[in-house]
């Protein structure tokens, strides 16, 4: 054997095993929710990202007591706290709204703060949270914003569809003009004709009651669990609407191929997750100034943000801005699309490393 060619390619292994060493840890587990809802969601899209980083990414939760060296990455923020107790490991896990309720906000960040040891990062996913943790003197090393995004690819895909076929599938009439709202907005997991005040749900029946006199067409395209008393607004109203509820979300997805416009009418919110999916299906945008709504939306450029929680703003935003095209809407909804490409989790790779400690 040559020599040479020996010793350079032992050293280029040695190399890239030293590389890889420096920058993946052995383990992480990903622990989900027990609801199948958008929790569950995000965390089957954390554990394919984070194959990039680490060597072996797993649900099985059980595993996560075996070894104080494994990461264990838990989606609900609320079974993390209540549980530090009870890991070894090392402790990451998302912040993504909840200043609405002063109280339980306290008790949050209260456990926090006597926890710091114990928790290694957080993620917070807008700027609210962030200044929030800032200013209760939370050190800026125990956390770090990385926006709530999507699967480009799925999207891309999604884009290819024809919308006319779609919403034939769905037998909704194409010429509605179909406002869409894919969430849970009722108390509990049941029915949900109890409304869950801070995702809006009035504030959206309101915004359909102004617009129901404005657009003869109108149609409402309803998704997500827990959907009681909007629906049971909606029929007071005598508005027609259509409530689809998958547990697939590439099922959920296509919907959006069926709407004109999506409406956030939220109080407060980590994201919505709806905001990147309206950009990267091309979907035309109202939404109220919450969550990622602050980063993430630049008024008139790449979607309609009311600067207050407003029905008579998000129906004339609505109306005027989409129902009645505005001149500039192909380029917002470009714009749109190009945000959430910036933002997708191919580009959030190195937040991630950072987020995790990996050396560059």
């Not at 030293?18 to 965390?43: D, M, T, Y």
């Not at 896990?93 to 006597?114: R, V």
């Not at 009311?306 to 609505?318: F, R, V």
């Not at 714009?335 to 560059?360: D, H, M, P, V």
């Amino acid at each position: 054997m040559n020599i040479k060619f020996f010793l350079k390619k032992n050293f280029y292994t040695f190399f890239d095993f030293n590389k890889k060493n420096q920058s993946r840890s052995n383990n992480i587990i990903i622990k989900g929710e027990n609801k199948n809802w958008v929790l569950n969601q995000i965390a089957s899209e954390y554990k394919k990202l984070f194959l990039d980083l680490f060597d072996n990414v797993s649900s099985n939760e059980n595993d996560a007591y075996l070894s104080d060296d494994t990461h264990l990455f838990i989606m609900s923020k609320y079974y993390a706290l209540k549980n530090l107790d009870s890991f070894k490991n090392k402790i990451y896990f998302p912040y993504y709204h909840g200043l609405e309720d002063i109280q339980s906000a306290q008790e949050n960040l209260e456990i926090i703060k006597n926890n710091l040891n114990k928790i290694s990062k957080i993620q917070v996913s807008n700027s609210l949270i962030e200044n929030f943790f800032l200013e209760n003197k939370i050190s800026k090393d125990k956390f770090m914003r990385i926006p709530i995004t999507v699967d480009m690819n799925k999207f891309d895909h999604l884009n290819k569809l024809n919308s006319e076929e779609v919403r034939e599938s769905f037998n909704i009439p194409k010429s509605s003009f179909v406002i869409g709202s894919f969430q849970k907005d009722g108390d509990g997991w049941g029915k949900g004709n109890v409304p869950k005040l801070i995702k809006g749900p009035d504030i959206f029946v309101n915004t359909i009651k102004i617009l129901k006199n404005k657009i003869p067409e109108l149609f409402v395209l309803l998704s997500g669990p827990s959907r009681g008393f909007v629906k049971n607004e909606l029929d007071k109203l005598n508005v027609k609407y259509k409530h689809v509820n998958f547990y697939n979300y590439d099922d959920l997805i296509k919907l959006y191929k069926c709407i004109n416009v999506y409406l956030i009418s939220s109080r407060e919110e980590g994201g919505p997750r709806a905001i990147m999916e309206s950009f990267a299906s091309k979907t035309p945008l109202v939404s109220t100034n919450v969550g990622q709504a602050v980063d993430m939306i630049k008024d008139n450029f790449n979607a309609f943000k009311a600067d207050k929680i407003d029905q008579e703003i998000l129906a004339d935003l609505i109306f005027s801005k989409v129902y009645i095209k505005d001149n500039k809407l192909e380029e917002i909804i470009n714009n749109a699309y190009i945000t959430a490409k910036n933002n997708s989790y191919e580009n959030q790779i190195i937040l991630w490393r950072n987020f995790f400690g990996f050396k560059e």
